[in-house]
């Protein structure tokens, strides 16, 4: 930190927060996860534990609220079709 400021001629940016999967959680559980460490999911979001859903940047890839949101949605009604199924 220098505290020198430029300005870049840009149209946008994409915060990282970090790069290392909180998959702790996962891991206890048995779930499968790729040499990165991130969640290993199908495109329902399932995971290889029956009943068991990931979403979002623990998946490994784009690190976009937006994609979160639209593998959350998915990773739901899953789960909802899971839920109907057991009964």
Same mark, same amino acid.
């Given at each position: 930190? *220098? ?6 001629? +840009?149209? @946008? =940016?994409?915060? #990282? ?23 290993? *999911? ?6 290889? +534990?029956? @009943? =068991?859903?990931? #979403? ?32």
């Amino acid at each position: 930190m *220098t505290g020198e400021q430029e300005d870049l001629p +840009i149209d @946008g =940016v994409f915060i #990282a927060v970090g790069e290392i999967p909180a998959n702790q959680l996962a891991k206890n559980l048995g779930v499968e996860l790729d040499k990165r460490g991130y969640i290993i *999911t199908d495109k329902a979001q399932k995971t290889n +534990i029956p @009943g =068991v859903y990931a #979403a979002g940047d623990i998946t490994g890839g784009f690190n976009q609220w937006v994609i979160a949101c639209g593998e959350g949605a998915i990773a739901a009604l899953s789960a909802y079709e899971h839920i109907q199924m057991k009964k």
